[in-house]
Nanobody
Framework: QVQLVESGGGLVQAGGSLRLSCAASGRIMRINTMGWYRQAPGKQRELVALITSGGNTNYADSVKGRVTISRDNTKNTVYTLYLQMNSLKPEDTAVYYC???????????WGQGTQVTVTS
């Protein structure tokens, strides 16, 4: 079992920046890919960015060049996932969720979400 807790969301003006964090605890040694999804009101949850245990990344086209995903696996009891978001736009407004995939690929854990609101 992996527990995920996001933080760092908030209210920001268009063009501003935010850094989201996600602390993973529990059976973290079984974590492979981690990532961020977001869900805006009335819309489906969509991928923002992924990062594998080896550091390979993948970004949604809508955020490429504005967002950087990274992870810190150096601690034995907590992994931390980050999402640095720059040049934010009102359409980035959503609840952002982090996830962690088990090395088997069969299990995915989700955080509770953190709200990001970008005003024009």
């Amino acid at each position: 079992q992996v527990q995920l807790v996001e933080s760092g969301g908030g209210l920001v003006q268009a063009g501003g920046s935010l850094r989201l964090s996600c602390a993973a605890s529990g059976r973290i040694m079984r974590i492979n890919t981690m990532g961020w999804y977001r869900q805006a009101p009335g819309k489906q949850r969509e991928l923002v960015a992924l990062i594998t245990s080896g550091g390979n990344t993948n970004y949604a086209d809508s955020v490429k060049g504005r967002v950087t995903i990274s992870r810190d696996n150096t601690k034995n009891t907590v992994y931390t996932l980050y999402l640095q978001m720059n040049s934010l736009k009102p359409e980035d407004t959503a609840v952002y969720y982090c996830h962690a995939d088990d090395i088997t690929g069969y299990f995915r854990s989700w955080g509770q979400g953190t709200q990001v609101t970008v005003t024009s």
